[in-house]
């Protein structure tokens, strides 16, 4: 397996703009989890899914943030419109039996 | 409420020592604990975890941790560092959610 599968890999993007992050979780997973890791507030949890249904998104900073995972193999992180203090580093992980498999990250500049 | 505190941001070892990476946890009932590591530019990269049985949990890259039910720890070890264990690593526990705690940076110097 190619393990958790995130695109883009490293995003910049001007303030206001729209921002879409992908994550592709490990095959039979049945939880997926999105978090954000900055040098001041270290690793956050924003919301975790299990078998496609959002259980907890009371990490999700404000209404900005969106996710969705329409089906087991994809999930989407949005944010609307952008800020320059969601920059970040942005990981999906995926879960099976409570360890989590995280993907590379997305590195988020937002001028 | 659960918590995971790791009460070191930085621990220094010289290469072949042995080394401790501390970790205390509070959690009503039996967690589930784990440690991660991460490397510059990667995602966390599970190392072990320690559900039930044998206090010594032995994990990835030779390392190992120890659960100790009484001071509330689950400090990660390895008899003998490398330079490449240099990174962050993190220790987590699972009760109804997953919490990390803040990481510490492990520096191994030749």
């Known amino acids: 397996d190619a393990g958790v599968i995130q695109s883009p890999r490293h995003e910049v993007t001007e303030m206001g703009q729209e921002v879409t992050l992908r994550c592709k979780p490990i095959?039979?997973?049945?939880?997926l989890f999105w978090y954000r890791q900055t040098m001041m507030r270290g690793l956050e949890l924003l919301i975790y899914?299990?078998?496609?249904?959002?259980?907890?998104d009371s990490g999700m900073p404000e209404d900005r943030f969106s996710a969705k995972m329409p089906n087991a193999s994809f999930s989407t992180l949005k944010i609307q419109p952008s800020e320059p203090r969601d920059s970040a580093v942005y990981f999906c992980?995926?879960?099976?039996?409570?360890?989590?498999?995280f993907g590379p990250g997305t590195r988020l500049t937002v001028l | 409420a659960q918590s995971v505190a790791q009460p070191e941001d930085q621990v220094n070892v010289a290469e072949g020592n042995p080394l401790t990476v501390k970790c205390t946890y509070s959690?009503?009932?039996?967690?589930?604990l784990f440690w991660y590591v991460q490397y510059p530019n990667r995602g966390l990269q599970f190392l072990l975890k320690?559900?039930?049985?044998?206090?010594l949990v032995k994990g990835s890259y030779g390392f190992e941790a120890e659960f100790n039910k009484s001071q509330t720890s689950f400090h990660l070890k390895k008899p003998s560092a490398l330079v490449s264990d240099s990174a962050l690593y993190f220790c987590?526990?699972?009760?109804?959610?997953?919490?990390f705690g803040a990481g510490t940076r492990l520096t191994v110097k030749p």
């Open positions: 899914f299990n078998n496609n249904v959002p259980i907890d």
């Open positions: 987590a526990v699972h009760n109804n959610d997953m919490r």
């Open positions: 095959s039979g997973h049945d939880y």
């Open positions: 992980a995926s879960s099976w039996l409570d360890t989590q498999y």
């Open positions: 320690y559900i039930t049985g044998d206090n």
């Open positions: 959690v009503s009932g039996n967690p589930y």
